[in-house]
């Protein structure tokens, strides 16, 4: 029984794989993409709760495909991964919704923490919005 | 007295949003409640991080420009959430916020990522037009070369420099930097292991870099140029020329490398394995120590013509060891590598900083012979650089087969010079002496465990605090200096670079210690007192010196400067008092200030909760209870037990699984009320004036307002608002696992007794509450009282307190007045309030 999916975006091959792994291990259901273009094929609305995704890669860089993320499925929550962090490149991140970052290297135990918490907020924005759903399907009824 | 009832009212109802739905309701709770969650979250995430950047500056310890970075981040976006999830709560206000965090923030971003400006100028020069007025163009030690080689009778080798400006160019040609920060940020500098990994990584990078084709042009143009000059093919030495290198403070010697016996094809090469060495792991440790930031080390390249040298050596202007009138010349065979790596028998001598430059010491016995008039042309030399540059310098010269004196660096003293211990110490008698003799390197004495340094292989494991012994003082070693309690080598001088390193770390060294690799053993404690030249067996804290003014590497370099800036924009608060008038959006300078004001309005606008949104009709249920008054329960989210009827009316308390709820309750039955107090005929009076007066006041006239009490709960959030008797009171409390985000509040107002009495009850209340933790503030006969981040267990007391107080304060205002009532309600207060906690202990 896994808990809940995520998507893995990283250039760098020996990261992405060994996240991958350990992700599995935690019980998540996980993929990897080892770019953005990549990523964006293999996303759609749902299908994914959270996604790990690396801001510096080549081709479109990870703000970038935040945004269209975002766009395609606003409820999925992104975690934002930055090596060299300025303060410029951390806040972008939150500008346009991602969920937070974290700083490469990162030990396990803050990275779950921050993707149990990504995946605690999507879930309760989707009930939230079920519920609305619920509400007004009710008031009136087609 | 119109005011009071207006008051009441204002408590009572909220002009807006007056009568949600219970979805309503419950959807503004829960969805509020997860805003200010993160908020207080967010809050505690910065404050950290701040906390940790002012101990990094007061510590003394060194710090990298990757600490600052991180940690500048970690605050800023922390403090953007908390902006975010204020102006969610407070329905978008305080847009100004917006703008403050948005200048602060530039400011910050500009700070930490000020790259070096471009550097105009020549990307390559010959050494005949470079002077100190090139510093930018040429690094340090070119520009300090070619201004020796202005100064009459100096003679410099030829050659030229590639600039920092080409430098430049190589890095923004392949987009250098971007990457470097990438694989430098990722660096624990602690790890030397990873250490040597990121720098192999960066040097990988820099070699396999391409160089722009017009300067690989102008590179090969200038050595053509020289090698028709002199008429014969020749060999360059490529030697750093860093910026920032050579500075009086921080001499980076040996930190870089230098190609010796170049020729034309291998010059593009050499020239990269130069700049490459910027990011040694030693140069990268010295400049983590130091606080210098490696966007700034644009390095200048030097191009020499190689010197055939017969002999070579090291001249120090002043004598390091303290003989003030004297200077001090080290000497060896051949070219001076020997001399500043220290694998060379390397002779010293004294010499008298005047004319005719007597000699009045010599040491050491190396094979060739430095003629007096040698020493008296060596001599001369310093005296007038010392002269040029205005400071005493330490040069480096070689002279060639034909006799000629060549100047190849001068640069100042980095460390001042230290008194000479008495010619002959004794050792102490009482002590095992392993070895005597040596060179003091850097004087002090250390203790620690011995461990032997031979390759690179040991240098990962070396422990911290171990006394560093090694057969050659190498600059490689330089990493450890900073780990090593001191230093002990079979080879060497004071005017090698690694001593040079030594003494600016402030690490005693021994050098020239003979037979110290066949002495010490691996692991074994020894004691090294560099300064009287003793090795002891073991621990001897009578030697062992107190570096009490050890003083920080950091100070005052690039590095900590800048964290000093950013610091200011970030750490000092101007917003203290919430209720000043210029406790405003619009006045908040620091992001400190930022989320001291976020912090402030969102508990208010939190804690206005339960005022805001009154009662939905229909969604709340009776509590079956014991007591005489109404107690109505509102679900906000998880209050009720999984197993209760929502279709019923009624709730009982054993169905209410609202933790502060149950507390405020057991307070308010842990004690049986004794009853209104006996009024005097006065006191009676008043209040029956203040109820004619307003007949919403009146106890017995019925009305909604009065009758019902009301609890707004979810599994760790209770509001409780009710009058009893003529007071009106609210509290409100979240008690979760998060330390953080647990508060309790109280307020309180109103009586029905004339003022002063109201206030004196107000004043009973204050006194007892401030006994048991809370802060309170009083304005005239109400009263607001708080206690947070406390432990679960204080909380529920808190609250059962409140209970117990909301109970038995009942109309006590009436009797506020009489002589001796003060008194004997605080003691029967204090005295019940004991009790009940002691009772809930022994329940627990």
């Known amino acids: 029984m896994t808990r809940y999916s995520v998507l893995v975006v990283d250039d760098e091959q020996d990261f992405r794989e060994i996240m991958v792994k350990k992700l599995r291990k935690k019980e998540l259901e996980c993929d990897g993409a080892p770019d953005g273009e990549t990523a964006l094929q293999m996303f759609s609305p749902g299908k994914y709760d959270v996604v790990l995704l690396d801001v510096k890669m080549p081709g479109r860089d990870g703000i970038e495909i935040l945004q269209e993320m975002k766009k395609i499925a606003p409820m999925t929550e992104v975690v934002m991964l930055t090596g060299h962090a300025s303060v410029e490149s951390g806040i972008n991140g939150i500008k346009f919704g991602a969920f937070d970052y974290l700083m490469k290297p990162m030990d396990m135990e803050r990275l779950m923490e921050k993707l149990d918490a990504a995946y605690e907020r999507k879930r309760s924005q989707q009930q939230k919005i079920e519920m609305a759903q619920i509400k007004k399907d009710m008031a009136m009824p087609s | ?844």
């Open chain 2, 1 to 844: 007295m119109k005011t009071l009832l207006a008051r009441l009212k204002r408590l009572f109802s909220s002009p807006a949003a007056a009568h949600p739905t219970l979805e309503e309701l419950q959807h503004l709770f829960t969805s509020r409640y997860l805003h200010f969650r993160e908020l207080l979250t967010a809050n505690n995430n910065a404050l950290e991080a701040m906390a940790e950047m002012e101990k990094a500056l007061l510590d003394g310890r060194s710090y990298s420009m990757a600490f600052i970075r991180a940690k500048s981040t970690i605050i800023t976006v922390n403090v953007f959430k908390m902006i975010d999830n204020l102006r969610y709560i407070a329905d978008g206000r305080y847009g100004q916020l917006v703008v403050a965090y948005r200048n602060i923030e530039k400011t910050i971003d500009e700070l930490i990522d000020q790259s070096r400006p471009a550097v105009e100028g020549d990307w390559v020069l010959p050494l005949t037009r470079v002077n100190r007025s090139l510093v930018e163009l040429s690094g340090e030690k070119m520009a300090n070369l070619g201004e020796a080689g202005t100064v009459k009778d100096i003679q410099i080798p030829e050659g030229f420099v590639i600039t920092s400006g080409a430098a430049q160019a190589v890095f923004s040609h392949n987009n250098l930097f971007t990457e470097i920060n990438r694989i430098i940020q990722q660096t624990d500098a602690r790890d030397l292991e990873d250490l040597h990994r990121r720098s192999h990584q960066v040097q990988k990078l820099i070699m396999a870099c391409s160089l722009p084709t017009e300067l690989e042009r102008l590179i090969k143009e200038q050595f053509d140029l020289l090698e028709n000059k002199i008429g014969r093919p020749i060999e360059v030495a490529v030697r750093s020329s860093g910026l920032g290198e050579d500075l009086g403070r921080a001499s980076f010697a040996g930190l870089y490398r230098t190609e010796l016996h170049i020729d034309r094809d291998q010059l593009i090469d050499a020239y990269k394995a130069v700049l490459a060495s910027t990011y040694s792991a030693r140069a990268m440790t010295y400049r983590l120590t130091k606080g210098y930031r490696h966007e700034q080390m644009l390095m200048g390249v030097g191009c020499l013509l190689m010197v055939e040298a017969a002999v070579s050596g090291v001249c120090y202007s002043r004598s390091m060891t303290g003989e003030r009138q004297c200077m001090e010349i080290f000497w060896a065979p051949g070219s001076g590598k020997g001399v500043v790596e220290g694998t060379k028998d390397t002779g010293r001598l004294l010499v008298k900083r005047h004319y005719p430059f007597e000699i009045i010491e010599k040491k050491g016995t190396p094979l060739s012979v430095l003629s007096d008039k040698q020493v008296t042309q060596i001599s001369e030399a310093a005296m007038k650089l010392e002269a040029r540059f205005g400071t005493e310098q330490d040069i480096e010269w070689s002279i060639d087969s034909s006799g000629s004196l060549f100047i190849l660096q001068s640069r100042p003293i980095s460390v001042s010079p230290w008194a000479q211990s008495q010619p002959d110490p004794a050792p102490l008698a009482d002590q095992q002496l392993l070895l005597r003799g040596g060179v003091t390197a850097c004087p002090g004495a250390e203790a620690g465990q011995v461990w032997v340094v031979r390759s690179t292989v040991d240098l990962l494991g070396f422990p911290h605090g171990a006394v560093l012994v090694v057969e050659h003082p190498l600059p490689e070693w330089a990493p450890l200096l900073r780990r090593a309690s001191a230093l002990i080598a079979t080879t060497g001088s004071v005017a090698g670079h690694l001593a040079t390193i030594a003494r600016e770390f402030n690490c005693p060294a021994l050098l020239g210690v003979r037979d110290a690799l066949n002495v010490l053993q691996n692991g074994q404690v020894v004691t090294v007192d560099a300064t009287s030249r003793f090795i002891y067996g073991d621990r001897v804290d009578q030697v062992i010196s107190c570096n009490v003014d050890k003083q920080n590497p950091m100070h005052n370099s690039p590095v900590e400067q800048t964290l000093k800036a950013v610091l200011s924009r970030i750490t000092p608060l101007t917003l203290t008092d919430p209720t000043s008038p210029f406790f405003r959006s619009s006045r908040c300078r620091t992001l400190h200030d930022i989320t001291r004001f976020c912090h402030e309005k969102a508990v208010v606008d939190m804690f206005g909760f339960g005022e805001r949104y009154r009662y939905v009709k229909g969604a709340a249920k009776r509590l079956v209870g014991n007591m005489p008054m109404e107690w109505w329960v509102i679900n906000l989210a998880d209050g009720f037990a999984a197993t209760y009827d929502a279709s019923n009316k009624y709730i009982l308390i054993d169905e209410i699984t609202c933790e502060p709820m149950l507390a405020i309750w057991q307070g308010m039955h842990a004690i049986p009320w004794a009853g209104p107090p006996r009024v005097n005929v006065r006191g009676m009076g008043a209040i029956l004036f203040q109820s004619t007066r307003n007949p919403g006041l009146d106890p017995a006239a019925p009305s909604a307002m009065v009758q019902k009490n009301y609890f707004l709960i979810s599994k760790n959030y209770c509001n409780l608002s009710f009058r009893l008797g003529y007071h009106y009171a609210t509290i409100e409390a979240y008690i979760s696992s998060l330390r953080t985000e647990r508060y309790v509040t109280f307020r309180f107002k109103g009586g029905a007794a004339d003022e002063s009495r109201r206030i004196a009850r107000v004043e009973l209340l204050a006194e007892l509450l401030v006994r048991h933790q809370f802060r309170v503030e009083k304005i005239g006969d109400s009263l607001a009282a708080r206690v947070e981040k406390r432990s679960q267990n204080v909380l529920y007391n808190c609250l059962k307190i409140l209970g117990y107080l909301s109970i038995h304060t009942r109309q006590i205002d009436m009797v506020m007045s009489a002589p001796g009532q003060m008194m004997r309600y605080r003691n029967k207060f204090n005295k019940e309030i004991k009790e009940m906690l002691s009772h809930g202990k022994r329940e627990n």
